[in-house]
Structures are given as structure tokens and as C-alpha cells.
């Protein structure tokens, strides 16, 4: 049998720099979303670590509240709201309806894994038109440990009760790369602009520079266990 | 007794800014070195959610060569050395030997615990002046758990023959505050010019905005348990 194929979602499906202009607005940087964006991931790590868990969105308000006064600078409620609410509404990368249909097109079983909370995935997924794709749609806050947290990856093996090397796991994070491959998953990387392997992790036997070729990739790996 | 005063080392005792020239000249922008240093935490965190566990020297290696990759720009080695070698030599805060210098006469005992390996935070200290105020340094090398992971902390309790919550963290960073506070230590927030708590963290009884300011909040603490 081919592989479940697992998809991240922040970045690998949707594209994160949409939220730019908001960030533009708000701090007038825009780069301030990346600053951002790696707060919301080393909390959320934190929070796997040491505790206590709070669902993503939480953590993504928390870490936008501590950008803004790390910068002396007082978020109005609407720049605050408009950033949040925009993680929901996130466009899909333009590669990634071509590939997700050359996955399906090929038979294979698609599912989303995410640290998103589950509303908060059903509405990113609606939004961006990608819902239609996937089986069914994962969240850690199942397990309430964030990835790259074994259980993570397991939980979504035991839910679809296949062994855990039926897993591949598809992302833009290096990190959610080495916690896949650790925990047991097969993975592909998508090596998108700015994104690149951990270089002391176990490597992916699939890597490619968007979604795409990624999945051309998958196809034909995983045509071979048909 | 008095609580057992653990200093955190990078970015608490030592100002890691004092690389950002190297960044200047390696990459042509300073302020890669917080994308650089968030990477470092990151894959450290990382490296204990998930695994493989690679000392803290190595990790940072690593993150330089994702951050320069990230970029396209090819490190030279030169300058590669010159960040990683600049790691042991940071400078002390210029508030840190008065604040340390109160604590000790007060009588407290003084210790650090850093995520450097051992032999790397000794040459910190020395280079940077401090080692004679502290009765022993520990590293989180030993458990191979870098904070905020609970046992990193328990290991200076452990070592040290105390209850933990005989211990008072002091450190920079919200991610370590709130991982000693979650393993049952007390805690002291330097907050420094854009370092603040985590919103959705418990919060220590002392902050205070320099590090002479917070010795001195100390002192008083723990001088009703003299």
C-alpha cells in the first residue's frame, strides 16, 4: 500500500506572508511577521516542553502582544485583530492545487496535520478552497503537544490506524522534517524560498524546491508500494 | 536558608549583541543575528522535543550555516570561526558585576546554568570576568535537555543536594522563566530593551529592568529566610 500522504499547513499549503501588509501596518515593517512567526513557534515549543499548553491561536495572540511591546509599541485592537483573524484566511501558494491534485489524481490518501487548533484548520482550509482535497484534517491539539512532538505524528497514525511508517509527511519546516523522520514518518521537503534542512537531522528521501515537484516526487515514490 | 541564586549566562550575564558587527560583516545586515540566535533556540528546543541531541556550540554551527543558506550566501569560513569563537568571548553586561557583587555580599550563594557545554561556558565566564563570583557553573549537557525542559533544572537541585524550589532562576529570557517556574523553582525577570514575559506563562515575583536592579529585589526576597 502507498503511504498516507500528511500535509502541513502554515506555509507549506497556505502562504504565511499574506499577513505582510497587516505587519507593514501595524509596526511599519512588514518584517516583523517573520519575528512573529518564529515567537509563535518557540512558544508553542515552550509550551510542549514546560507547559502550560494553549492552542495555537492563543499562543499566536500571546506572541504578537510580546513582538509589540519588545517594539514599545501599543497594538490597536483592529491591527491585532486583523493579523489574527488574517492566519484564517491565508491564500494557498499558487503550486499547491496543481500538486495536491497530481496526488489524488495518483490515488493516493490525503490528510492535513497541523498545529492549528481543529476550528481554526477547517476554516483555513474552506477559505483558501484546499478542503476538498483531504480525507480528514489533524490537529495537535488532540494530543495538546505541539509538533515536532512524536505524538503528534502518532496520533494521526493511530487515528487512521495505519503504522506510522505508512506516514509521509509533507512540509516547508525543517523542524516538522526532523520530528516526522524521528518519530518514524516518512518525509518530503518542499524547500520553498528561505527554507532549508536542519543540517545535524536525519534527511528526507524527497526534496523539492515548491509543491509541485514535491508531489511528482511522492507520486512516483510512492507508486512503487501500489 | 536562602534560595540558591542559578544565573542564566547568554544574554543575561553576557550580551550576545556584541557579535552583531560579525553579522554586519558577514552577511552585510547586524540584525541577522536574532534570526540567528531564534534559530539556535529553536533547534535546541527541537533537538530535545524530538531529537537528535547535539551539543549547544553545534547547534549554533548549524543555525549559521541554515541562516547563510537561507540567504544564499555562502559563509567564509573566516567568518564563520569568527561568530562561533565570539560566543566565548562576550562581554558581561555592563550592570552584571555590581548586581553579582550585591548578591554576593549578601551572602547568597551564587551558581550558573546555561544550554553552552560545559567546557564552553568556562571560557565564557573566565573571558568574560565573572568566574570567581560563582560557586560552580552547570550546563544542561549533562542531562542532554536543553531548558525549558524540566529535568535541566531538577539537574542543579539534584547536584546541588537542595529541593528545587530551594532554587531562584535569573534570566533574559521568558522561555527560561517560565520553564523554571514550571519545575517548581522561584524566579527573577531581567527584562532588558525588548525582552519581555510570556503572556500565557506564570509569572516570577521579581522583574525588574537591569540586572543590578533585580540583585538588588533579591537581596531583600531572600533575606527574610536568612
Tied chains: 1, 2.
Excluded at 39 to 62: K, Q, R
Excluded at 94 to 114: F, S, W
Excluded at 133 to 150: G, H, I, L, M, N
Excluded at 159 to 181: Q, Y
Aim: glycine share 8%; net charge neutral; proline share 6%.
Amino acid at each position: 500500500m502507498p503511504r498516507v500522504i500528511v500535509c502541513d499547513v502554515n506555509e507549506t499549503l497556505l502562504d504565511v506572508g499574506a499577513l505582510e501588509p497587516h505587519f507593514k501596518q501595524a509596526f511599519g515593517d512588514g518584517r516583523v511577521l517573520q519575528d512573529w512567526f518564529a515567537n509563535v513557534l518557540l512558544y508553542s515549543e515552550v509550551a510542549t516542553l514546560a507547559g502550560p499548553y494553549s492552542d495555537f491561536a492563543s499562543i499566536g495572540g500571546a506572541a504578537l502582544d510580546m513582538v509589540a511591546s519588545a517594539r514599545d509599541i501599543t497594538l490597536s485592537s483592529a491591527d491585532r485583530t486583523r493579523i489574527l483573524q488574517g492566519m484564517l484566511t491565508l491564500p494557498a501558494h499558487p503550486d499547491v492545487r496543481d500538486g495536491l491534485q497530481t496526488m489524488r489524481d495518483a490515488g493516493l490518501r490525503l490528510v492535513t496535520l497541523t498545529n492549528s487548533a481543529p476550528a481554526a484548520v477547517q476554516q483555513q482550509l474552506t477559505n483558501a478552497g484546499l478542503n476538498g482535497f483531504f480525507e480528514r484534517s489533524f490537529s495537535v491539539d488532540t494530543v495538546r503537544r505541539f509538533k515536532p512532538a512524536a505524538e503528534a505524528y502518532r496520533s494521526v497514525a493511530d487515528s487512521l490506524g495505519v503504522p506510522i511508517d505508512r506516514l509521509r509527511l509533507v512540509a516547508a519546516h525543517a523542524w516538522d522534517i526532523v520530528g516526522a523522520l524521528r518519530a518514524g514518518c516518512a518525509a518530503a521537503f518542499v524547500a520553498r524560498p528561505g527554507k532549508v534542512l536542519y543540517p545535524l537531522g536525519p534527511k528526507p528521501d524527497i526534496t523539492g524546491p515548491d509543491f509541485r515537484s514535491v508531489a511528482k516526487q511522492i507520486v512516483a515514490a510512492e507508486s512503487r508500494h501500489a
